[in-house]
Structures are given as structure tokens and as C-alpha cells.
């Protein structure tokens, strides 16, 4: 076994010496830990002649709490190491703002600190990035005042008006002036997303080189700075659809790659959302019926090149058969929702999502001829691709639009095919099933039908943890109920990888208090509890500071904040009147203007959001944040552990609440000086036998329990 070598270590450890001195900062003992872990781990790595690793995936998982510095902690050891081997670091995160924070701020810090050399680059899906041929259109659009862009308007329904028009001039005058790179999130002021659909294609309807504009493309000027990269900042839906399609298709093969993922304890449930599907099923017969009047404008388009007219027809006769093939499900579905949705219910699960044979059977049908219209969409684009590098009788400008139009096509049927071959497929029996339910839209009109798997265990054993060179999973909440039992188990963690928690940087029991009061009522009755925080809430906030108020259910909060007092409402910024954003920024203003500011959130506010100081004083969590007992997904896995004679409440639900539970509570302290208090109103903490379970696992706040 190969050991980390001796000038690797001292490389390490002068750049974290480089880095305290360059900031004036004291070594702490959590950082510190993390470091040598991270080296240790990776520096064990034996390869062969050719560079290829040897033996089992090195796999360090660390818990560091928030002031720890995980950043540093991860990329001094992994940058060295991954250089040393030959080898490149992709560094994926949870969220667009630890992306922006990496590339703005910690990784500028960590090279003027160390004088290390390394070339980093930003990777962010293709619809971040302004496609210059859209542009164009718009511009063109706009000028000729036409309420449609392309040939199919009803397709994207697009109306810039004038204030979209004036935008997408400016957008024009600065690329051609070198004033922005066409990065969604390097322009300065917010674009409406419809707006920005406009000026976005996939890769279903992009040319690549074929298209004229491809030496300004923003997307492709991008990507060319990953090849030359030695660390790659992305997210982890990128990594998820990179090695969905095989690994090394938009990063580097995963065989020469050390991956960091920040904010780990996002990657179980952004697995098995990428490998999700769902559809509206009258929606989609609906599109499939007017796809016939657009593929008639496309063959009138491509009139004068017969061959790809032929296509069109072929295409055209295709679609007839899915639309044949769907029709019969759509009545089949409805009765068969209308019989088997329990009264108030939102949606029927099949159990052991096992649909039957019939549906199984009728499912593999569309499946079929839903393949055969996309294999027949994916030669009219090759085509279309072909007679936009050389000559053609068609108008470039209309090829290019009904390219795009296609590509929309394609997407849409390939979402279409996918669902259907999920529904159709049948599971193996010694893997976890896929969760198979049927739900009605919010608008009682349409049967949604979606297929998810329940573990994302598999999915990434063999897609990354046995493939990638190394892996780095770090986060502030990791362990549940105090052990990494849960995230092992949640993402099927091999046996090999190292586990450790490092203590942050908090003195929690002088920084913070946690006081469970009895205000007469616990969570398990929802309208009890709903008529208690409406009669205590205002006596527990201060209305002249910072209050950061949790709730689990939105019926809840909305409830509580209809009731509150109007002079305490006021100063209630609640989740869903304003953008996620807006809310933060209209409670820093008030904070900053010495007012009191207090804002009502859902999960999303548990998790991520970064208040520090004056900011938030006193975190309200309302409720214990257990799972919503009818979501279909959570009910799939506790069927499947129930089978295999696992009790679901103590190996998922509590777990997962603790987790949630742990990260609602790190909403209160961001920085070594921050002080203030949480209050947890449910009194399961200390009446149910799992309660002490759940304080355990919580940071050591003196404690004020009633």
C-alpha cells in the first residue's frame, strides 16, 4: 500500500502554514484533522505504469461543522495528490452560491496565500450560457416587431415587448464590446426566465460546429477552458449527467478524476432525482396531436430538399402510432385513479411499484413506438445538421430555426420514451424497485405519472464510487442520531471508505441556548398545535430583532401567519410572497435600517441559508421535521425496508428527521461571534421515547427545557 510521500506532505503542510500566515489566523485543531485525513486517504492510491488505480476507490467522508474552513480543508490535500498522480479534482456542489463563493473568493484566497499554480475553471450546464444564433433571432424578431421568434411560435410562445427588446440589444452591444463572457450569472442585473428561455438551446438543438456562430459561443468557449483546467468547480447535477452518459462526456473520465463533493448530504437525493421521470399523460397526447400541424409547417419549410421532406413524413407516420398507442391509457388511467385514490389523498402508489401486467404490457407499447418516432427525430436533426455544412435549396436562417424546433422535439420524446420504458420495465428482484405512483395535476385535469428509484445506492456504486479515481464527500451535517449509518447506507457507501467527524470551530454551550417550551400541544395534533403557536408565537419572538421561524407544512404557516397580530405580521417576510432571494434581502435592509425583521420559511430556509450576526438572533423550529407521511418516495422505502425486516422509523424516518432537525438548528450560528438562541415548539423532544434520541444529536446549546 502506498503511503503519501514525504514531499507531498511537506508541500501540504507549508501551504496551510502560507495560508494562516497570508490571513493572520491560528491553526484550528477540526480544519487540521480534516487535512490529514483527506491526504492520508487519497495518498494510499497505488497505480500502474499507465497511471490506472490499483485496488479499491480511496474514499474520504468528512462531517465538519460550519466554521471548520472545509474549503481549505478539502482542496489543500486534494490539489497536491491529484497533480502528483496525474490526475484532476472536480469540486461539486450543492448550490450556485457556494460555486460563486469558491471562484470569487476561497480559491483566490488560497493561491495568493500558497503561490500554488493551479488553473481552475467554473463548469455550469448549457442552459447558463447565452447561445449567440438565438440572440440573433430575438434581435431580428424584435426589430421586425413580430409577436413570434421562430417558424413554430406556438411552440415557445415568446413576446419580448419593448423592455426585452431594449434587454437584448444591451446583451448584444456587450458581448460584441468584451464587457460579458454570456454567462447567465455574470450579468449584472436579474433576466426574466422567459426571457432567458428565449436565448438558451440544449444540446438536442445545438449545431456544434456546424453552426455559424460557434467561434463566439459563450457555452463552447466555456467548455474549452475545462480541458486545460487542473480543478473543475461544478455541481452535482452536472456530475450526475456526465456519468450518466458514461462519465468524461462534459468532465473528465471519473478514472482520472478525485472528486469533492461539498455539501454531501445533497448527493443521495440528487441521484435519484436525475434518474427520476414524470409526465402529464393528457398533456402529452395533447402536444403529440399538435406535433402534426408542426411537422406539416417543416415539410412546407423544407420543400425544396425532397429527402428531408421524406424524413418529415416518416416522422410524421411515427407520431401517429404513439398518439394511437397513448389514446386507449389516457380513460384507462383516469378510472383507474378514480377507483383506487383513497378520499383526500393526492396520489395512488402502486405497491412494490409493481403496475400489473396489463398496464405493464399497454407501457411497453408506447415505449416502443415512442422510440421509433425519437430514432426517426434524431435522423430529420442529423439531416438538417448534414445541409448546414454544405449547399442546400433551404434559406440557412430556416434551417437553423427548423433544427431548433426538432431538438425541442426530441427533448419532449426522449422525456416521453424514458417515462414509458420505466413504467414498462420490470425490476429485478434482488435490487430495490422503482417507486411507480399516479397523481391528479393541481388543476384536477390530467393524470401526472411518475417512476422513481428508492435507493441511490446502486446508481452510484457502480457509476462512480468503483470507478473514480478518489472521493472526497464533506458537509457540515453528515451523521444522523450521531453515525454515519444513514448516509452509508443512503448512498451505498463501500466498505473501504474512512468516516470522521472534526469538531468545528463553536463554543455552542456560551454561543447559544436551546429551549423547548410547553405551550400545551406537540406536532402529532396538527390543529392543537396549529392554535398554540397562534396563542404563544408572539410572546416567544422579539419584534425588534432577527427571528428566523421553520415551519413543515405550509397550510401551518400560512394558518399562523393569517392569525398573528397585525403589528407583529408586519414584520413577517413569509416564504412564497417573494423570491427566496428578495426575502433575504428586504430582512438584511430592515435589519441594517435598526428595524426587527422576521421571516417564515419552509425546508429550503432550513438548509443552505446564511444569516450571521444581527441577522438571526433566534431560530423557531415549529415542528419536528418529519418526512410528509403520504409522500410516495418515502413510502416506497419504507415498504422495501419493511419487506426485508428493517423497521423504517428507526432506520429512515428518525435518522432523516435528526438530520433535518441538526441543519434547521445550524441556521443560528454562522461565525465564532454569534450568539443567540433556538426554540424548538414540540414537546415530542421530551414526551416520545425517541426524543432523548433526537437532543443527543444536537449541538451541545445550554439547554432550557421545560
Not at 289 to 318: I, N, P, W
Not at 355 to 364: F, H, I, Q
Not at 568 to 573: E, F, I, N, P
Not at 602 to 613: K, M, Q, V, W
Request: proline share 4%; charged share 25%.
Amino acid at each position: 500500500m502506498s503511503e503519501l510521500s514525504d514531499e507531498l506532505k511537506e508541500r501540504i503542510q507549508e501551504g496551510y502554514r502560507s495560508f494562516l500566515r497570508h490571513r493572520e489566523l491560528k491553526p484550528r485543531r477540526g480544519q487540521r484533522e480534516m487535512i490529514g485525513a483527506i491526504a492520508s486517504t487519497l495518498g494510499k492510491v497505488v497505480t500502474d505504469a499507465d497511471g490506472e488505480r490499483l485496488g479499491d476507490t480511496p474514499i474520504c467522508v468528512v462531517e465538519a461543522g460550519t466554521g471548520t474552513g472545509k474549503t481549505l480543508g478539502y482542496l489543500l490535500p486534494a490539489l497536491p495528490v491529484a497533480r502528483a498522480k496525474g490526475k484532476r479534482v472536480v469540486v461539486a456542489t450543492g448550490t450556485v452560491s457556494l460555486q460563486s463563493q469558491l471562484m470569487e473568493k476561497d480559491i483566490p484566497e488560497l493561491l495568493a496565500a500558497t503561490g500554488w499554480q493551479y488553473r481552475f475553471a467554473l463548469a455550469k450546464g448549457r442552459g447558463r450560457y447565452l447561445c449567440n444564433l438565438r440572440l440573433e433571432q430575438c434581435l431580428d424578431a424584435a426589430d421586425a416587431r413580430q409577436a413570434g421568434l421562430f417558424l413554430f411560435e406556438d411552440e415557445v410562445p415568446f413576446d419580448p415587448g419593448m423592455a426585452g427588446a431594449e434587454l437584448f440589444r444591451r446583451l448584444d452591444s456587450s458581448l460584441r464590446e468584451g464587457d460579458w463572457n454570456g454567462d447567465r450569472d455574470a450579468w449584472p442585473e436579474y433576466i426574466d426566465d422567459n426571457l432567458w428561455r428565449a436565448l438558451t438551446v440544449d444540446r438536442r438543438q445545438c449545431t456544434g460546429h456546424r453552426c455559424r456562430k460557434v467561434q463566439q459561443c459563450a457555452f463552447f468557449r466555456a467548455r474549452a477552458e475545462l480541458e486545460d483546467a487542473d480543478c473543475i468547480i461544478a455541481n452535482h447535477d452536472l456530475v450526475m449527467a456526465d456519468l450518466s452518459l458514461g462519465g468524461g462526456a462534459i468532465l473528465p473520465a471519473p478514472e482520472d478524476a478525485i472528486y469533492v463533493f461539498d455539501e454531501a448530504h445533497r448527493l443521495g437525493d440528487t441521484t435519484l432525482r436525475h434518474f427520476a421521470a414524470s409526465g402529464n399523460v393528457q398533456g402529452t397526447l395533447h402536444w403529440l396531436e399538435q406535433l402534426e400541424r408542426h411537422l406539416s409547417t417543416a415539410a412546407k419549410t423544407l420543400s425544396g430538399e425532397s429527402s428531408l421532406v421524406a424524413q418529415v413524413e416518416e416522422t410524421a407516420s411515427a407520431r401517429a402510432e404513439v398518439v394511437q398507442a397513448l389514446r386507449p391509457l389516457v380513460p384507462l388511467l383516469r378510472a383507474l385513479v378514480d377507483e383506487r385514490l383513497p378520499p383526500g389523498a393526492s396520489h395512488y402508489r402502486f405497491p412494490q411499484g409493481d403496475v400489473g401486467e396489463d398496464l405493464r404490457n399497454l407501457s411497453t407499447a408506447v415505449a416502443h413506438v415512442t422510440m421509433r418516432l425519437q430514432t426517426y427525430l434524431e435522423e430529420l436533426a442529423s439531416g438538417i445538421e448534414k445541409r448546414l455544412e454544405g449547399f442546400s435549396q433551404v434559406a440557412r436562417v430556416d434551417l437553423e430555426q427548423v433544427h431548433q424546433a426538432v431538438g425541442n422535439w426530441l427533448a419532449r420524446v426522449e422525456a416521453v420514451a424514458e417515462l414509458w420504458m420505466l413504467m414498462a420495465e420490470k425490476d429485478v428482484e434482488s435490487r430495490p424497485p422503482r417507486a411507480r405512483w399516479l397523481a391528479v395535476d393541481e388543476h384536477g385535469q390530467d393524470i401526472v405519472l411518475s417512476v422513481s428509484p428508492i435507493s441511490a445506492a446502486d446508481l452510484l456504486r457502480e457509476n462512480l464510487w468503483y470507478r473514480a479515481f478518489g472521493v472526497v464527500a464533506a458537509s457540515a451535517t453528515l451523521r444522523a442520531l450521531g453515525k454515519f449509518d444513514r448516509f452509508a447506507a443512503t448512498v451505498g457507501l463501500p466498505s473501504q471508505a474512512r468516516t470522521l467527524a472534526v469538531p468545528g470551530a463553536f463554543d455552542f454551550a456560551n454561543a447559544g441556548l436551546l429551549a423547548i417550551p410547553d405551550i400545551g400541544a406537540d406536532g402529532a395534533d396538527a390543529a392543537a398545535h396549529t392554535e398554540a403557536l397562534i396563542t404563544h408565537l408572539g410572546e416567544i419572538i422579539d419584534p425588534a430583532e432577527a427571528s428566523l421561524v421553520l415551519f413543515s407544512s405550509r397550510r401551518q404557516m400560512e394558518s399562523v401567519h393569517d392569525a398573528l397580530d397585525p403589528t407583529l405580521r408586519r414584520r413577517v417576510l413569509m416564504q412564497g410572497e417573494f423570491s427566496h432571494a428578495e426575502i433575504v434581502r428586504r430582512h438584511r435592509q430592515r435589519i441594517d435600517d435598526g428595524e426587527g425583521s422576521i421571516i417564515f420559511g419552509l425546508a429550503s430556509f432550513a438548509e443552505g441559508l446564511d444569516l450571521p450576526g444581527d441577522y438571526c438572533r433566534h431560530v423557531i423550529i415549529a415542528k419536528l421535521p418529519f418526512a410528509v407521511p403520504d409522500d410516495p418516495l418515502q413510502a416506497a422505502q419504507a415498504e422495501w425496508l419493511e419487506a426485508r425486516g428493517i423497521n423504517p422509523f428507526q432506520a429512515m424516518t428518525l435518522p432523516d428527521t435528526s438530520l433535518r432537525l441538526i441543519q434547521a438548528c445550524g441556521r443560528l450560528l454562522r461565525t465564532e461571534q454569534d450568539r443567540g438562541r433556538v426554540t424548538i415548539l414540540d414537546r415530542r423532544l421530551v414526551t416520545k421515547f425517541y426524543g432523548r434520541q433526537l437532543l443527543d444529536a444536537l449541538p451541545p446549546f445550554k439547554r432550557e427545557i421545560e
